[in-house]
């Protein structure tokens, strides 16, 4: 047997130079660039002045040396594979090979695997898995996608899978490569997210900024009609202010819920009772127009964990609670109670317009909406509650008195 590198030329044809006479009989292994291997026998005349020998490539024939050769490479290759792999009897289910990355994913070892049949780890109906290897076979290869594998601790995972059917002297077998589909979902989770934030950005930058700046204008001009009347000239005075504070707020908030998620989540004890006390003080000083009344209920005793930054929430809700009753000396009551199961409740009442029952859940996440306009005060709450653990819905009062009531729940500091 003798190794030799052989280049083919257009037609298919190994030429080679020989080092010593060959005889006709002898064999020889060719090895290709890409690495695989073939034997070839001598079939026409060896020309002995030339030292050349012509090899013919339907003389090629398996040996057990190469075989062997093949069988250690394939193994390699699919023992390092990234993706799940697993041969199976395809009328019994049994499993017959399977891959690492199988056998991690699943949770089983190689032993346990091979104890096993495709219905023991496939999440669906026998009947069905028995239809499908069916349709294999019928169609030699295809492509499935919304499988799911039970893995050895119960848990479920989301698959895509290539499939092939193999006719091995009879014996019919599949292989079946596949691929854990959580990471790719949730990675197209947040580029719907992702573009789901765009389009508010947008949608505020475009619509709501835009309005209150055509608000502004519109008193600005009113303004200069009516410089000479100060009674009217303080009322539109006070309008701009109030649009461009709106304006700025909104801002605020577009920056502030466009940074949120890239900022590590930490939760620290807070006291509840002082930040509120501080944010009623800040929302005082941005609405000056205003002169808010604050009842306040707070227990001085009791801290919470929550994210640093939930002084932010607060503000929002009883800037909200201000900003929409239309009395100079609008009522906001503030009440607090433990559950018993860990969590501090705080609930914001507010006498104002009120919030339809239909849109109470939609207005804590903006993005959502579609086509209505308002604040983003209520998706910074939302988003900041959710970092700190807790919980925020809106409530109807039905008292008759108008208004809502917001609801956060943060867990208590022990």
Same mark, same amino acid.
């Given at each position: 047997?003798?190794?030799?590198?052989?280049?083919?030329?257009?037609k298919?044809?190994e030429?080679?130079?020989?080092?010593?006479?060959? !005889?006709?009989s002898?064999?020889?292994?060719?090895?290709?660039?890409?690495?695989s291997?073939?034997?070839?026998?001598?079939?026409?005349?060896?020309?002995q002045?030339?030292?050349?020998?012509?090899?013919?490539?339907? &003389?090629?024939?398996p040996? &057990?040396?190469?075989?062997?050769?093949?069988?250690?490479?394939?193994?390699?290759?699919?023992?390092?594979?990234?993706?799940?792999?697993?041969?199976?009897?395809?009328?019994?289910g049994?499993?017959?090979?399977?891959?690492?990355? #199988?056998?991690?994913?699943?949770?089983?070892?190689?032993?346990e695997?091979?104890?096993?049949?495709?219905?023991?780890?496939?999440?669906?109906?026998?009947?069905?898995?028995?239809?499908?290897?069916?349709?294999?076979?019928?169609?030699?290869?295809?492509k499935?996608?919304?499988r799911?594998?039970?893995?050895?601790?119960?848990s479920?995972?989301?698959?895509?899978?290539?499939?092939?059917?193999?006719?091995?002297?009879?014996?019919?077998?599949l292989?079946?490569?596949?691929?854990? #589909?959580?990471?790719?979902?949730?990675?197209?989770? !947040?580029?719907v997210?992702?573009?789901?934030?765009?389009?508010?950005?947008? =949608?505020?930058?475009g619509?709501?900024?835009?309005?209150?700046?055509?608000?502004?204008?519109?008193?600005?001009?009113?303004?200069?009609?009516f410089?000479? =009347?100060?009674?009217?000239?303080?009322?539109?005075?006070?309008s701009?202010?109030?649009?461009?504070?709106?304006?700025?707020?909104?801002?605020?908030?577009?920056?502030?819920?466009?940074?949120?998620?890239s900022?590590?989540?930490?939760?620290?004890?807070?006291?509840?009772?002082?930040?509120?006390? *501080?944010?009623?003080?800040?929302?005082?000083?941005?609405?000056? /127009?205003?002169?808010?009344?604050?009842?306040?209920?707070?227990?001085s005793?009791?801290?919470?964990?929550?994210?640093?930054?939930?002084?932010?929430?607060?503000?929002?809700?009883?800037?909200?609670?201000?900003?929409?009753?239309?009395?100079?000396?609008?009522?906001?009551k503030?009440? *607090?109670?433990?559950t018993?199961?860990?969590?501090?409740?705080i609930?914001?009442r507010?006498?104002?317009?009120?919030?339809?029952?239909?849109?109470?859940?939609?207005?804590?996440?903006?993005?959502?909406?579609?086509?209505?306009?308002?604040?983003?005060?209520?998706?910074?709450?939302?988003a900041?509650?959710?970092?700190?653990?807790?919980?925020? /819905?809106?409530?109807?009062?039905?008292?008759? !008195?108008?208004?809502?009531?917001?609801?956060?729940?943060?867990?208590?500091?022990?």
């Amino acid at each position: 047997m003798h190794n030799i590198d052989v280049n083919e030329d257009p037609k298919g044809r190994e030429l080679f130079k020989a080092s010593a006479p060959v !005889k006709a009989s002898e064999r020889f292994i060719e090895h290709h660039q890409n690495g695989s291997a073939s034997v070839l026998t001598q079939r026409s005349i060896c020309t002995q002045d030339l030292g050349l020998i012509l090899l013919d490539p339907e &003389d090629r024939v398996p040996t &057990d040396e190469v075989i062997k050769y093949h069988e250690t490479r394939y193994r390699a290759i699919v023992e390092n594979s990234m993706d799940n792999i697993y041969i199976c009897d395809a009328d019994s289910g049994r499993v017959i090979e399977s891959n690492g990355s #199988m056998q991690r994913l699943l949770g089983y070892s190689r032993g346990e695997m091979e104890r096993m049949t495709v219905f023991d780890f496939l999440d669906h109906p026998k009947d069905d898995v028995k239809a499908f290897i069916q349709r294999i076979f019928e169609k030699g290869t295809l492509k499935i996608k919304d499988r799911r594998y039970r893995r050895k601790d119960g848990s479920l995972v989301d698959i895509e899978a290539t499939c092939c059917a193999i006719d091995e002297g009879g014996r019919r077998l599949l292989c079946v490569v596949s691929r854990d #589909m959580r990471e790719i979902k949730e990675y197209e989770k !947040k580029l719907v997210e992702e573009r789901n934030r765009a389009e508010l950005y947008l =949608d505020i930058l475009g619509h709501d900024i835009g309005n209150l700046h055509h608000g502004i204008m519109g008193f600005v001009g009113l303004c200069k009609q009516f410089e000479g =009347d100060p009674e009217k000239l303080g009322c539109y005075i006070n309008s701009i202010d109030s649009l461009t504070m709106r304006s700025v707020h909104l801002v605020q908030n577009l920056n502030y819920l466009s940074s949120i998620a890239s900022q590590p989540e930490e939760l620290v004890e807070i006291d509840p009772g002082a930040v509120i006390s *501080s944010c009623i003080e800040t929302v005082r000083g941005s609405i000056p /127009w205003k002169a808010p009344v604050f009842e306040v209920d707070m227990p001085s005793d009791i801290t919470v964990m929550a994210d640093p930054n939930i002084e932010h929430a607060f503000y929002n809700i009883l800037h909200n609670a201000v900003k929409y009753q239309d009395p100079q000396m609008p009522l906001i009551k503030i009440t *607090s109670r433990e559950t018993g199961d860990g969590y501090l409740l705080i609930r914001v009442r507010d006498f104002g317009r009120g919030i339809p029952p239909s849109m109470q859940r939609e207005v804590l996440n903006r993005t959502d909406l579609k086509k209505k306009h308002g604040g983003l005060g209520l998706s910074v709450v939302r988003a900041l509650v959710d970092r700190s653990a807790g919980n925020v /819905w809106i409530e109807d009062p039905n008292d008759g !008195k108008g208004g809502v009531i917001v609801v956060i729940e943060l867990p208590v500091y022990i």
